[in-house]
């Protein structure tokens, strides 16, 4: 659609040169144009092919869909958030935990999971490092990372007593700028960041 509409917007003497291009028109330097409704049948012509070679592309593909929700494994059937990192799985942030799809079978990861990982099952921000290969989970209740080589979670949690820390644990984006700093966004405290190296936000003692 978008094309007939750049059409019909051109006069016919600015088409004269890309028809020419594509073989439609061959003009000479003293070649002059009497017959314009002529030039529109064979714009016509050339829409109506698009068209069609566009239309049958479109159903010639054939998409196949599935459904997974919590019968199949997944925490919880109400999803915020969805990245893969580079070995192909996706990671999920759910109203009720994070999960790793492989495909085949979910994850999950809870705060009554046996492993040490997120502090609160409401995910409410994922932001994927890809330079080194981190998860940053934001939740209701703290911010956690999460080293994608070595499987380790490090939850971070508002230290009121430091001016320079995370105020508020209440999560709503986390974004990696090119500098390696991570940007927090709160709920009511505004936006904090801090640097990959130096991390000055509390670490959870627990």
Not at 35 to 41: E, S
Not at 149 to 162: A, C, G, V, Y
Not at 170 to 192: A, H
Request: proline share 3%.
């Amino acid at each position: 659609m978008v094309f007939f509409k750049f059409l019909k917007k051109c006069n016919s003497m600015s088409l004269i040169p890309l028809l020419s291009g594509m073989g439609i028109f061959s003009q000479s330097s003293d070649y002059r144009f009497k017959n314009l409704n002529a030039l529109g049948v064979k714009i016509r012509i050339v829409c109506v092919c698009i068209y069609i070679t566009s239309i049958i592309g479109v159903h010639g593909q054939r998409l196949k869909f599935e459904h997974y929700n919590d019968g199949n494994g997944l925490s919880h059937n109400s999803v915020r958030h969805i990245v893969q990192d580079k070995n192909g799985f996706l990671w999920l942030g759910t109203f009720s935990g994070l999960n790793r799809f492989d495909s085949y079978q979910f994850k999950s990861y809870t705060n009554s999971s046996p492993e040490k990982s997120i502090n609160n099952n409401d995910i409410t921000a994922l932001e994927l490092d890809e330079s080194s290969n981190k998860l940053w989970i934001g939740t209701r209740n703290g911010l956690t990372v999460l080293k994608l080589d070595t499987h380790e979670f490090k939850t971070f949690l508002p230290d009121k007593n430091n001016p320079n820390g995370l105020q508020n644990g209440e999560i709503r984006s986390v974004y990696i700028d090119k500098f390696d700093r991570v940007w927090v966004g709160t709920r009511n405290d505004g936006v904090f960041w801090f640097c990959l190296r130096e991390c000055p936000v509390r670490e959870n003692p627990s």
